[in-house]
């Protein structure tokens, strides 16, 4: 049974930045595609950035150049790095995987496994 656990969330100020952690517990098989993704109030789910297990990432254009997303096989962990953080930056953070690597984007949201949210809230 895989699980996630987000971590790293709070309250941060506009200019600064975030490291999110999510922990990965279980065995996922194979090629995988696994990613980060945030809702705010009122708002549909985004994809914000995702790698797969060829270690290819895809941004969304809203974090392009100001994020970087990654992974540590040994700890089965994956980050999310923000800088210059902006107030249109606060929502919910999830982490998001399943077992397919193969169009591996943030425009796809049906993976089947899901963390429960970290709150990221910017002023």
């Known amino acids: 049974h895989v699980q996630l656990v987000e971590s790293g969330g709070g309250s941060m100020q506009t200019g600064g930045s975030l490291r999110l952690t999510c922990r990965v517990t279980g065995y996922v098989y194979g090629g995988y595609c696994i990613g980060w993704f945030r809702q705010a109030p009122g708002k549909e789910r985004e994809g914000v950035a995702t790698?797969?297990?060829?270690?290819?990432?895809v941004y969304a254009d809203s974090v392009k150049g100001r994020s970087s997303i990654s992974k540590e096989n040994a700890e089965d962990t994956l980050y999310l790095q923000m800088n210059s953080l902006k107030v249109e930056d606060s929502a919910m953070y999830y982490c998001?995987?399943?077992?397919?690597?193969?169009?591996?984007?943030?425009?796809?949201?049906?993976?089947?496994?899901w963390g429960q949210g970290t709150q990221v809230t910017v002023s």
């Open positions: 998001a995987v399943d077992i397919w690597k193969f169009g591996c984007t943030p425009n796809r949201t049906e993976f089947g496994y």
């Open positions: 790698i797969n297990s060829d270690a290819i990432s």
